[in-house]
């Protein structure tokens, strides 16, 4: 996948630090970004503590994960099936390992149950979703921070809080006016106005447009605003039958978990994160309602949609 082409939300790396400002500090200037960093205090708390680092070294990607634990009492690893999923092979993933929130130290997982319908696109029937079995020897200590699966009615829609890796540092408002400026200046030196029409409050910067990517080569704070990948970020949303609402998130947050607001699992999420500014800012985890071509792309996935086998032999991984 293209740097820039962020339609599902797995991200490759590097990375640079983070500024501390954000939605929850600073409201006022932070009013179009609305997400917060996971403080190094609420990192030791769940649901926070259930949420790790998914890394992908043969990708050289980042995802997000959760250690949920199951009714039979093992704690196991979920997260999204592109993350891991090896093109054109099915049923058949990358190795991963994974990071928690409370150390360095990294765990490698074995797959152990996934879709057999989904098929790496997303306007399909398949839902986007694996489950890892995490080393056995460590059961008591995942344990201790696991989550669990949410009792809400998933067709209510109800608050929500979406965590993850996302790359895109949280940007305040003259950031992202700063960069919308930028760019509106470069399509304007290319004679390239009639690409100019997005520029009104209500409409973003489109990540995957050519354009962009070209303008992107050339703005000097753009790793400034991405590679943001090791920091825990939150967005404070609503979720329900038709996916999220106001959750915001990038490339990195693939696989993570939408939490109700009592911290139990109610999602994992999947596609979003291609806008910088506007409505559309970031938002991810949106389903698109069906048309006479498609049958509308799921964007995230339901817990109650993650089926895991009674019994059962772990799947092949690559």
Known sequence: MKKYAISSLLFLMP??????????????EYTIDKRCYVTDEQKSQKPYNSVVQVIIPDKNGICTGTIVKEKDGVPYLFTAQHCVWIYGKKGVFEDAKIKLENGDTEYDVAPYAYDKVYNGSY???????????????????????????TNKNPNVKSEARLVGYGDLKIMSDEEIMNLKNAYKNYLENKGRPEEIDFMDEDSGIYMPARSVVEFLGTYQGWKHLTNNYNVLKVSFCKYGPNGGEGCQGWGGNSGGPVFDNNGKIMAIAGRGGEFIGGTSHAAVIKDTQPTKDIKG?????????VKLPQTGKNITAK
């Open 15 to 28: 990375y640079v630090a983070m500024a501390a400002d954000d939605h929850c500090t600073k409201p006022n």
């Open 297 to 305: 792309m799921k964007a995230s996935i339901k817990i109650n949609d």
């Open 123 to 149: 306007i399909t029937y398949g839902r986007d979703w694996i489950v890892y079995k995490l080393p056995e020897d460590k059961k008591e200590d995942f344990l201790k921070i696991a989550t669990e699966r």
